[in-house]
């Protein structure tokens, strides 16, 4: 059957592929089975029929057959010759699992991050993921980085992040691509560079990623500037309050600043405080370290201790040494 399928001493012949898998199929050869299935799901040599592809497969998974028991899961995942059935297809899943399969352990690790099937479990969302990744999967690898990034199923860790973010990258995984480029950014996990975040960014914008064209369009846009003249800053900061209002954190903190400072705009610490709120709610860890700053000394707000050490120590959990450092003199003082 293989040789009439890829044509090896013989000419191809997909319909005779199909004679000899069943003849070995009907006598319970697991490949055969699992090949006779294909032919079915895909119309290789018979009428497609995916009642009967899942029929075959089952059969083969029921021996232990790995992609068998994987695209038994799939067919369940997705309704294919079966009724749609999520509880079977992690069931089946999980058993190709086991036995080392990476696109079935990363769809178990999708269906426990997401409670898909099976109940809600992120720490075995993220043992599923790592087993995939390990193994080079792509996806994986970028949902084990973010795992890492933002804390979920396991502890919070932006070396590990970048990692994973590198190596999905490295497969041309746009949004691994995006997410470095911010590592690179914000200095998480990796030395900030912002040559590397404007390469990583590029990377992903060629693919079309959204968020990455329009943080390259920023960044590029500073490289090309730096300093610059009057009117250079005022595009600057025209380009950085689009971005904010927007939602984006990072330009929120650095249009802050502005504020902070008086950039290209009048100094105002109310609206610095503002700003800088904005990014600190959504997790920036150098926004939430300018807060608590404003809190401690009284910069637009009333001082407030408590405040302020509540900020320092949600920066200081990110990383940010100044406010680990800041926060030591207060658990000191």
């Known amino acids: ?29 697991a490949a055969a089975q699992y090949e006779l299935g294909k032919c079915y799901c895909y119309g290789n040599g018979v009428e497609k029929n995916e009642t009967q592809a899942v029929n075959w497969y089952r059969k083969a998974a029921g021996q232990g057959h790995i992609d068998a028991q994987y695209q038994l899961g799939d067919a369940y995942a997705r309704g294919m010759g079966v009724e749609q059935d999520f509880t079977q297809a992690a069931d089946w899943y999980r058993r190709a699992a086991e036995q080392g399969d990476s696109y079935a352990q990363y769809e178990l690790g999708s269906y426990y991050a997401q409670g898909v099937g099976v109940e809600q479990d992120q720490t075995l969302a993220v043992r599923c993921f790592r087993r995939a990744a390990e193994q080079g999967h792509g996806d994986a690898q970028y949902d084990l980085g973010m795992c890492y990034y933002e804390g979920e199923g396991i502890k919070q860790d932006f070396v590990q992040a970048a990692y994973w973010f590198r190596k999905a990258a490295e497969l041309d995984y746009a949004e691994a691509q995006y997410q470095l480029g911010v590592c690179y950014s914000k200095g998480e996990g990796v030395e900030q560079d912002q040559t590397q975040a404007v390469y990583w960014f590029r990377q992903a914008a060629e693919q079309g990623d959204p968020d990455a064209q329009k943080r390259l369009e920023e960044l590029e ?3 090309a500037q730096p300093g610059g003249t009057d009117e250079n800053i005022a595009q600057d900061l025209t380009q950085l309050r689009r971005f904010a209002e927007q939602g984006d954190a990072e330009a929120q903190y650095n249009l802050g600043k502005r504020y902070e400072n008086g950039e290209g705009v009048e100094e105002d610490e109310t609206q610095a405080v503002y700003w800088f709120r904005k990014a600190a709610e959504q997790g920036y860890a150098a926004a939430q370290y300018a807060l608590g700053e404003c809190y401690r ?5 009333e001082p407030d201790d408590t405040q302020a050490v509540n900020w320092f120590r949600k920066a200081a959990e990110q990383g940010n040494l100044y406010a680990q450092y800041i926060l030591g003199l207060c658990y000191e003082n």
């Open 1 to 29: 059957g293989l040789c009439y399928k890829d044509g090896n001493g013989v000419e191809k012949d997909e319909t005779q592929a199909v004679y000899w898998y069943r003849k070995a199929a009907e006598q319970g050869y």
């Open 221 to 223: 846009h500073k490289q």
């Open 297 to 301: 000394c009284g910069i637009a707000v």
